[in-house]
Structures are given as C-alpha cells and as structure tokens.
C-alpha cells in the first residue's frame, strides 16, 4: 500500500512525523495567522512595528465596525455577487453545450476546437488588457456590470468546456444513443440525460468557478471606473486610507472578502468532491 | 395447457410466400470504415412478427448491421427500407425502431419507472397515458414491485426485463436486441430465453436479435441469418441451419459436426459417395451445392446421428472403425471420440437412456461408428 501509514514507521520516524507536521501547518497557515492577527490590532500597534508580538488591546470589533462604517463594503459585496453569479451561470451553461457538442458529436475540426479552448487557457490575460478594455469601450460596456461579466464568461468558458468535454466524454456514450433510439430529441437528450448526469462535475466547476471570480482583481481593475460598481476585491483598496495605510483595516476587509468563497466551498463539499473523483470509481 | 395445432393451421413462414412484404428490406447494402468492408453487400428481407437472429463470431458485422438499421450508422453503398419507406437520411429517434443495448443503457439517474417512462415522456404524451402504458410495461416484464428502484438496485435479470420494457414501451415496429442476453448467467440466460419468445409472441413486434451464441439464436429465432466477414452465409429456419447447411462453415458454426474431406466417387439421385480414406469404406450422404465427380468435397454429419458398435454393422450403409481416443460423460450423454484412419478423429454422442448402463466402451476399444446414407451432407469445398 503506498503511502505506506505511518503507524508502520519506527518510533523515531513517527516522533520526527507528528513535530513536523504541526510546524508544517503553521509554516502553511502563517500569512492567513497574520491577516487574523493584524485585523485584531490598533493602528497604534502597527504604528510602532508590534506585527507579531500579542498585541496591546484587542481591536478586532473596532476594526470590523469601522470597515463596514466608514466604507461601503456591503456595496462592494453585493456588487461582487452581482458580478459572479451570472459569470458562473454563463460559462457553466456555454460549456456545458460546448463540451456535449465536442464529446458527443464527430465533426471535421473538433479536436482542434478543443484544442483551441485549451490553448486559451495558457494566453496570459495581462495581453489582452489593452485590447479588451479597448473593444468594452466600443461595445459601450466599459464600467458596467455587463462588462465584466461577459469577459468573465469569455475566459472561464475555456477551461469550463475543456472540464465538462471530459466529463460528458466518459460517459457511457450507449445511454445517448438508447434515447435516441427511444425517439427522443438531441436537445431532450442534453437535458434530460446528460445535464443531470454531469451534475457532480457542474456543482464542482461552479465551486472553482465562484473562486477565481470572485477573487478576481484584475478585470474588474480594468473594466471598471465608478466606485459603486466596484466588486469587493477591487473596494478593499479604498480602506487604505489617504496618507496612512491602515493595515488592520484592510486585513479585517480581507476576511469579510474571503469568507464567501469558503462558505461556497462547505457548502458544496459533498459535490466538489464526488465531482473531482467522479469516473475514478467505476465499478 | 397449450392448445394441440391443429393439422391444417397455418405454419408463420411469411418468408416463404412470393407476395408477402417484408417489413425491413435490406438491399445491396456494403459499409466501409476506411479500408475495412464490415458489411459486403448483403441483401435480406425481415417479415413483421419475425423474431430475426444475425448469428455470427464477433467481428463479422452483424452488430454493424443491426446499427445501419437503427440508423446510428449509414451504409456505404445500399438501401435500407422499413415499411416500404427509405431510411437514407432518418436520424434514429425518427424511426419507428428501438434498439437494446447489451449493457441495458438504463439511466442510472431514474427509477425503473421513470426509465420505461422516458420516451413516452418525452413526447409529451398525457400523463394517465402514460402512467397506464407503464403499469402494462411492468406487467409484461414482472416487475411491478421494483418501480420505484433505481437501476442499481436491483439484480442483473431484473435490469436486463427494465430494458425490454423501455425499449416496448413506445410499442415500436421493430425492436433490435445487440446480445441481450449476453450479460446474464448460463441458467437466467436459458429462462429468459423462453421469456424473451413469450413477450415477442404477446407484443406481435418484429424482433432482430444480434448474438454469437447459436444455440440462443437457436432457441429464439423464426429464421437465423449466419454471417461471416460481413456476407450472409446462409438465411434459414433455426432446422435447416442445423440440418441442411449450406456450407462448411454454416456446418461447423452451428453445433457440433465432423467434417470428413475426401474426393466424391459417384453422384446418384441426389446421394453423394465420397472416397475418404484407404481401407475404409467410402460414405454416403445427400448431396448439396455443386458438386462435380472426382472433386474434392467435405462430408459433415452430427455426432448425434452417429451409432457406435464393438461388431461391424453391416446393414449400414455408413460405417467407419477406429479406436476410441476419449470419453466424456455428460450425464444426459456420452461423447467418444473415435480416431479412425489418418489421425482424423470423429466424435459420436449417444444418449444415456437407462440409468444403469453398461457403458462397455472403454480406451482403446476398436469399435465401428454408422450412420444412415441421410444422416449426413457431402458438401462441395
């Protein structure tokens, strides 16, 4: 058996096994300690280089009231779902056409499409800035909400098609063709058969999906202007203040911006994980 | 009980009346994937009600044909047509034609009700429709206590009875069955055999059943169609296949046979002799195909025709000595094998009728095998 347990292991081994691994996670966990950290502390605290040491009073309520006081965090949050949701909705539906119609079609040109859509994948998208803040500027899109999303949609689909292809290609390909034969309509097919087939693998893309997102900067960076359509990841900067950068702000930002991501993640776990593994368990 | 047939009742033999119209009519069809010809020509009529077997060792096209037929290939060269209509160019859920797989393809997602349910469904028809259409499905398959199970909560008998249903459920002009059969054990096989026959009788719809098992093709057919390297060898009633074969392969596919080569001494009346072996008396049987005097032929005869003796039966016309080589005991029968004159080894089966036999043949016996001048076929090379 491989990795062979460790209670297999001799005792020094095994001594050596549990100091590391605690430091290991510590070593992991640091930056996350020290955003927990820092969104406890006073800006005094900061002031006078106490980073890591206990800090002299606990300011975590203070800082936490102040974020959602003196900026308009809701907005951002609410402007961030506004942003992703249809993000997801989008690439998730575009590739799941995509994907059927490459892994259960055979047409001339359907491996190079593929390969297209992966290819994509390795285009670094800071080239593309200049161009596309260009073309939302011509569509008449820039700084708005339908901007961001369409270019969201446009990059995740990508990796989204190249995902679900495989999926809908390991299906067993006998249970279209028995509907077909049941006289039932390709779109039926999709619908009804394929779609909730593939539905482990759609609740796991949307859980990565949701990620990449929402913890995008870059997009909404260049694609938007007005402070009120700002997502969360590009309002956390307005917490660093005019001439000083209070960091404890930013750090209890931070969490509140980091949370949904992680909640999405519990919340789909049971999938995300079947989605991942899925196929590898035939039998 | 089953009513006796009565003398002058009508035998189903459609095929064998000039003015009968197939429902599926197969003409000149050739497919090629690339180089490869998977299907060579082939021309074959199927009649309404028939149940059809496309018989043949794996990779001689017949799920190939079965495919063109459901329309998930296209032939090459050919036309299919069901019901005096053209198929060139019906997608397959507009045929009035259902196909079932050998892994049964139940949607994994769905209950056993929901999947007999499905086409119906998915036509939009009325919902007591239906939920009747469904409730008769279960019926006719016994599986009215598993509705509400999914596919892989039930055994592999019940899934393969979930799969018939569905495919029935639309009540379709033609239903083709790729091995369906394949994946059930020897004892469930042979039962479900004679279940399969039942609901094809009861339904009245036209099977094609594509298997590599003969005796399944056997069992089940009205008329077997052997094939080999995408050619149909030979298109007949499961008797004839097995009793008037029209060629050395059909012979040795189906059943047991031996085949004994030598040159033909005389063509009479329909008997053929043929010269076998030195010191060996030459052997009688019905002539077929084309045979020419002094030719090369091969004789074939059932182990089962064949009588084994210790004294010379000479009012046989047949008769063949040799020693015995092997015995096997099969409970209902033993088989001998016999190795007679040129290593050529002939096999004799003979049914144990009385439960305490004397089996007197032991190893080495010499013995004499016979047979009738209409037990066996002298068929050309």
Known sequence: MFPRPIQDASPRAQLLYKIALPVSLIIWLLPMIAIVATAGRSLSDLNYGNYWGVPTEWAFIENFSSVFGSSSIGNYLLNSVIITIPSIIGALFLSTLAGAGLALYKFRGRFVILALFIAGNFVPFQILMIPVRQLTLDLGIYDTYWGVILFQIAFQTGFCTFFMRNFIADLPFELVEAARAEGVSEWKILIHVIVPLVRPALAALAVLQFTFIWNDFFWPLILIQSDELRPITLGLTTLKGQYISSFNLLAAGSLIAALPPVMMFFAMQRHFIAGLTLGASKG | ?381
Not at chain 2, 315 to 325: A, D, F, P, S, Y
Request: charged letters at 25%; a negative charge; one cysteine or more.
């Open chain 2, 1 to 381: 009980m089953a009513e006796r047939p009565s003398p002058n009742q009508t035998v189903f033999a459609p095929w064998t009346d000039p003015d009968a119209v197939p429902l599926i009519r197969i003409e000149g069809v050739t497919k090629r994937f690339g180089d490869f010809t998977a299907i060579d020509n082939i021309d074959l009529n199927i009649y309404r009600r028939e149940f059809f077997a496309l018989l043949g060792p794996s990779g001689c096209g017949k799920t190939t044909l079965m495919r063109m037929l459901a329309g998930f290939e296209t032939p090459t060269e050919g036309r299919i047509s069901i019901d005096e209509q053209d198929m060139a160019g019906v997608a397959p859920n507009r045929r009035a034609v259902n196909m079932m797989f050998q892994s049964y393809a139940l949607f994994p997602h769905l209950s056993v009700w929901e999947n007999i349910a499905f086409g119906l469904r998915r036509d939009g028809a009325d919902k007591d429709k239906i939920a009747a259409r469904v409730e008769e499905m279960l019926k006719l398959v016994q599986l009215e206590r598993f509705a509400r199970r999914k596919p892989h909560q039930i055994s592999g008998g019940q899934r393969q009875r979930v799969a018939l249903a569905r495919s029935l459920a639309k009540a379709p002009k033609l239903l083709l069955l790729d091995e369906p059969l394949g994946a059930l054990d020897k004892k469930l096989r042979q039962d479900t055999q004679f279940e399969l026959m039942d609901i094809q009788e009861k339904t009245g719809t036209t099977f094609v059943i594509v298997t590599h098992d003969q005796e399944e093709a056997m069992t089940v057919a009205s008329r077997v169609a052997v094939m080999d390297n995408g050619r149909i060898m030979q298109v007949a009633t499961p008797a004839e296949i097995y009793e008037q074969p029209n060629s050395v392969y059909v012979a040795d596919f189906i059943g047991d046979v031996n085949l004994i080569e030598g040159r033909v001494s005389s063509i009479d009346e329909g008997r053929a002799t043929l010269d076998w072996a030195e010191g060996q008396h030459p052997i009688t049987g019905q002539a077929s195909g084309s045979l020419s005097k002094g030719g090369r032929a091969t004789f074939a005869v059932r182990p089962e025709k064949l009588y084994i003796s210790r004294e010379e039966p000479t009012e046989r016309t047949n008769r063949v000595w040799g020693k015995i080589l092997d015995i096997g005991y099969l409970g209902n029968l033993s088989t001998y094998h016999v190795e007679t004159t040129g290593g050529q080894v002939i096999k004799c089966e003979m049914i144990n009728v009385s439960r305490i036999d004397r089996r007197d043949y032991t190893w080495d016996d010499e013995v004499w095998l016979s047979w009738s001048d209409t037990a066996g076929l002298v068929l050309p090379e």
